[in-house]
């Protein structure tokens, strides 16, 4: 069905997951899917993220970017934020759209392999991405987010969240397709928690988002850290 591939796209050469075939397309699908509240929603999102001026945020799976100019605002006026797809076509699409914000750039590549230093953010955030990767890839992407974030940085996850009933569940599949119908959101904390994160809480949004925002841990600095054996008597 072609909305289910404008939204899921086709399988990517490089990597598991699959991509966003239009960006405009799918600004309008958009629109029309949050009912006229995706500019709240995101707002909130990018709030709720916990970034703050200064921050360098990395948002992954950034499609159009809609999060990351969400971001680069809430990190403005001396911060930054980075949206990562892999998709040519939407990254492209995102750099159109987001022009005149200098602070929120976008550039290729894939949530599980990030070309980026160990603690290099402090915010890294993914809306409506994890359901795109195939289920074995979900911890390995989980465990790159952990990687790029500095000790204490931020994480938030969105995705979407399906209707409990089955006749509404049906009508997203016959919609967008089987990902979204299945999408297994309850089980996003736990990926979060397997990942070593910490601080770890969930919340929803209107109309169906659901989101987890979690930290991680500081370093130790050398009082707290515990005693090793030959210095414990
Ligand atoms: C439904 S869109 C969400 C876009 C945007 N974050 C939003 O909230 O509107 C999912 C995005 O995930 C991207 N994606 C798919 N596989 C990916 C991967 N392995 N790593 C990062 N992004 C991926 C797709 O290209 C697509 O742009």
New binding site residues.
């Given amino acids: 069905m072609e909305l289910a591939r404008l ?3 086709d399988p ?1 050469t490089d ?6 075939a239009h960006g405009r397309g ?1 600004e309008l699908f ?1 629109t029309l899917a949050f009912g006229g509240r995706r500019n709240h929603v ?1 707002t909130r999102l990018a709030e709720i993220s916990g970034a703050r001026p200064g921050d360098r945020a990395l ?10 100019q969400r971001m680069a605002t809430a990190v403005s006026p001396a911060g930054s934020a980075l ?5 040519a076509q ?1 990254v492209e699409h995102a750099r159109k759209l987001a022009a005149k914000q200098p602070n929120c750039t976008f550039e290729r ?4 392999q990030l070309d980026a230093a160990d603690d290099s953010f402090d915010v890294v955030v ?4 994890v ?3 195939p289920a074995p ?1 979900r911890p390995q ?1 989980v465990a790159e987010m952990y990687r790029v974030l500095r000790p204490g940085g931020r994480l938030m996850i ?1 995705d979407f969240r399906p209707p409990r009933g089955r006749v509404g569940r049906h009508l997203v599949g016959a919609v967008t397709g089987p990902a979204m119908e299945n999408n297994p959101i309850d089980l996003l904390e736990a990926l979060v928690r397997d990942a070593r994160f910490e601080e770890v809480s969930a919340g929803d949004l209107h109309p169906w988002i659901r989101y987890v925002t979690a930290a991680k841990p500081p370093t130790r600095t050398a009082a707290a850290k515990p005693a090793t054996r030959g210095a414990a008597r």
């Fill in positions: 939204l899921h796209g990517q990597t598991d997951g699959i991509t966003i799918y958009g995101f948002d992954l799976g950034c499609g159009t970017g809609y999060l990351t949206g990562i797809d892999p998709s939407v590549g894939i949530a599980e993914s809306s409506l991405m359901h795109h990767l890839v992407a969105a």
